[in-house]
C-alpha cells in the first residue's frame, strides 16, 4: 500500500466514522421527540416526502427546537397513522 492509497482508506474510515456519529444522534434525537408526544401541538416544521411541511396549531412559548429532529424528522406522521 503507498502512501495515496492510506490516506484514501483513512479518510473513508473517517467519513463512515462521522456518518455513523450523526446517524446516532439523529436516534437519540428521535428517542427524545418521541418521549414528548404533546409537543406535536407546537407550530413546527417537518420534513415530510421531500418538502418541508407546517405541523401545529399552537405557538411554543419558547423559541427552541421542539417536536423535530435536526434532519425534520417528527412523531406527528407516525401519530397520525396509528390513529388510521
Request: charged share 30%; hydrophobic share 30%.
Given at each position: 500500500?503507498?502512501?495515496?492509497?492510506?490516506?484514501?482508506?483513512?479518510?473513508?474510515?473517517?467519513?463512515?466514522?462521522?456518518?455513523?456519529?450523526?446517524?446516532?444522534?439523529?436516534?437519540?434525537?428521535?428517542?427524545i421527540?418521541?418521549?414528548?408526544?404533546?409537543?406535536?401541538?407546537?407550530?413546527?416544521?417537518?420534513?415530510?416526502e421531500?418538502?418541508?411541511?407546517?405541523?401545529?396549531?399552537?405557538?411554543?412559548?419558547?423559541?427552541?427546537?421542539?417536536?423535530?429532529?435536526?434532519?425534520?424528522?417528527?412523531?406527528?406522521?407516525?401519530?397520525?397513522?396509528?390513529?388510521?
Open positions: 500500500m503507498n502512501h495515496g492509497e492510506v490516506d484514501m482508506l483513512a479518510r473513508r474510515i473517517l467519513h463512515g466514522l462521522a456518518r455513523t456519529w450523526l446517524d446516532q444522534q439523529e436516534l437519540h434525537e428521535r428517542l421527540v418521541t418521549t414528548r408526544p404533546w409537543e406535536c401541538r407546537f407550530l413546527h416544521w417537518s420534513w415530510e421531500g418538502d418541508w411541511t407546517l405541523h401545529g396549531n399552537i405557538t411554543p412559548p419558547d423559541r427552541t427546537r421542539r417536536a423535530t429532529t435536526r434532519r425534520g424528522w417528527c412523531c406527528c406522521s407516525r401519530l397520525r397513522s396509528a390513529r388510521n
